[in-house]
T-cell receptor, first 113, second 111 residues
Framework: DGGITQSPKYLFRKEGQNVTLSCEQN?????MYWYRQDPGQGLRLIYY???????QKGDIAEGYSVSREKKESFPLTVTSAQKNPTAFYLC????????????FGPGTRLTVT | GEDVEQSLFLSVREGDSSVINCTYT??????LYWYKQEPGAGLQLLTY?????DMKQDQRLTVLLNKKDKHLSLRIADTQTGDSAIYFC???????????FGQGTELSVKP
């Protein structure tokens, strides 16, 4: 089955620790995206990547970092510099960045205490 | 900048039609999308419409686009309890090459 997987589903961390969220897709999509969702709000774009070894900042990149070493994988690191990291994180992919339908993974809920 | 607005809540009775509305500010949007999100899950693409279309029908779903008023709507016929979810509209803008999402409309279907 083709799709996007995110792991883990729930993640708990202490304040001051970096944490990496996994996103893998086997859809052979070129473009991948990370969004943050807070209660009662829409999705806000953190980072996106149109091709391997390249990525761009979205609207709220501060305190986050990404890498795109493989086409299938786009991990997101939430650093200790992110002031309010507790949120629901969603990964998405699309055939190309100019093919607009984005397909989403199941999400990771991160809680930092 | 680009903005997409939705009303936050809608409550309907099972079997009725639901209409979820969305307005957008940037008329250069080329594609407009509707996504569904069930509790604790990712977003599921429901349907989309190109900006040169006025209407698109897909089984129980009808999308209407009024370009003059920059208004998009999603009609769900014969709404079922399984349709209870948050519905997001999103627009693709060539400048910036990204999707802009509305805040989401929470649809509650009562038996």
């Amino acid at each position: 089955d083709g799709g996007i997987t995110q792991s883990p589903k729930y993640l708990f961390r202490k304040e001051g620790q970096n944490v990496t969220l996994s996103c893998e897709q086997n859809l052979n999509h070129d473009a991948m995206y990370w969004y943050r969702q807070d209660p009662g709000q829409g999705l806000r774009l953190i980072y996106y990547s149109q091709i391997v070894n390249d990525f761009q900042k979205g609207d709220i990149a501060e305190g986050y970092s990404v890498s795109r070493e493989k086409k299938e994988s786009f991990p997101l690191t939430v650093t200790s510099a992110q002031k309010n990291p507790t949120a629901f994180y969603l990964c998405a992919s699309s055939v190309r960045s100019d093919r607009y339908e984005q397909y989403f993974g199941p999400g990771t809920r991160l809680t930092v205490t | 900048g680009e903005d997409v607005e939705q009303s936050l809540f809608l409550s309907v009775r099972e079997g009725d039609s639901s209409v979820i509305n969305c307005t957008y500010t940037d008329s250069s949007s080329t594609y407009l999308y509707w996504y569904k999100q069930e509790p604790g899950a990712g977003l599921q693409l429901l349907t989309y419409i190109f900006s040169n279309m006025d209407m698109k029908q897909d089984q129980r779903l009808t999308v209407l686009l009024n370009k003059k008023d920059k208004h998009l709507s999603l009609r769900i016929a014969d709404t079922q309890t399984g349709d209870s979810a948050i519905y997001f509209c999103a627009g693709y803008y060539n400048q910036g090459g990204k999707l802009i999402f509305g805040q989401g409309t929470e649809l509650s279907v009562k038996p």
